[in-house]
């Protein structure tokens, strides 16, 4: 099946494509027929290498920087500007620090951070952080209550999603998942599984007490994905969170829009 064929390792260092053959029969080398090939390429106009243009792929991986153990990043509300944060090696819940590119700026890159509630920040590209990359990425739709997953340019899966109620409307914009965490281990109206991402509700449900950072989740009230019911978050079956937890990896770009 496909996504088994693209079972995320999570992270890919520079994504290298390789060139296999797809037939095992032999080829026969015919000596004539290559020479003058050759010729001909030899004796091609010149302006039609003029003309050439190289390939450009529209679905290029997506830059990611993780912070290398024991280091420590500085975040900067412009290029070269004030220090408004830092960022260790380990997200508030323990998992690896990686950051989706959103933007660059030469050795500067932006970032959406979940320690300023999910506002824009720049880091300088230095020896503190590893680059990476990655081919997945989430798409929200909150009029559909739909939340794509795409691989490589392609769908791999659009699962149904609960949404935000009237008074606590999900955010929209560009964001990343930052962790991928047990639900149970936070309550059991997260269902299974959270992917967490890297901004807060700025409009919480009047008296809210838990958490303010935005995920996609599971639910212990199946029944209501589809719906607008919750406090911002996104709620996914089960059987979808699961699926996301073992291929979509921390530093996955998101971006919901209305």
Same mark, same amino acid.
């Given at each position: 099946m496909h996504h088994r064929?693209?079972?995320a390792a999570g992270f890919q260092a520079?994504?290298?494509? =390789?060139?296999? $053959?797809? %037939?095992?029969?032999?080829? +026969?080398?015919?000596?004539?027929?290559?020479? @003058?090939?050759? /010729?001909?390429a030899l004796l091609w106009p010149a302006c039609g290498a003029a003309t050439a243009r190289p390939a450009i792929d529209p679905d290029?991986?997506?830059?990611?920087?993780?912070?290398?153990?024991?280091?420590?990043?500085?975040?900067?509300?412009?290029?070269?500007?004030r220090v408004v944060a830092f960022?260790?090696?380990?997200?508030?819940?323990? =998992?690896?620090? $990686?950051? %989706?590119?959103?933007?660059? +700026?030469?050795?500067?890159?932006?970032?959406? @951070?979940?320690? /300023?509630?999910?506002r824009r920040a720049w880091l300088r590209i230095d020896g503190h952080v590893a680059r990476r990359a990655t081919r997945w990425e989430l798409r929200g739709d909150i009029s559909a209550r739909s939340l794509t997953v795409i691989h490589d340019g392609r769908v791999v899966h659009t699962y149904r999603v609960a949404v935000g109620a009237a008074m606590s409307p999900t955010p929209?914009?560009?964001?990343?998942?930052?962790?991928?965490? +047990?639900?149970?281990?936070?309550?059991a109206s997260y269902g299974c599984c959270i992917l967490a991402l890297s901004t807060d509700q700025p409009h919480p449900p009047p008296g809210w007490t838990g958490?303010?950072?935005?995920?996609?989740?599971?639910?212990?009230?199946e029944r209501?994905?589809?719906?607008?019911?919750?406090?911002?978050?996104?709620?996914?079956?089960?059987?979808?969170?699961?699926?996301?937890?073992?291929h979509v990896p921390s530093g996955a770009p998101v971006t919901i829009t209305a």
């Open positions: 064929r693209i079972a520079f994504d290298s494509r =390789s060139i296999r $053959t797809h %037939t095992g029969r032999r080829v +026969r080398h015919r000596g004539p027929v290559i020479g @003058a090939l050759l /010729l001909a290029a991986p997506t830059l990611l920087l993780r912070v290398r153990l024991h280091e420590r990043v500085r975040l900067h509300r412009r290029p070269g500007g960022l260790g090696d380990r997200t508030e819940f323990g =998992s690896r620090t $990686t950051l %989706t590119v959103l933007d660059r +700026r030469g050795s500067w890159a932006q970032v959406s @951070a979940a320690v /300023l509630g999910g929209t914009g560009r964001f990343q998942v930052t962790d991928k965490l +047990r639900g149970r281990r936070y309550g958490m303010a950072r935005m995920a996609v989740h599971g639910t212990n009230a209501t994905v589809g719906g607008a019911v919750s406090a911002g978050c996104l709620h996914a079956h089960a059987a979808a969170m699961r699926w996301m937890m073992r």
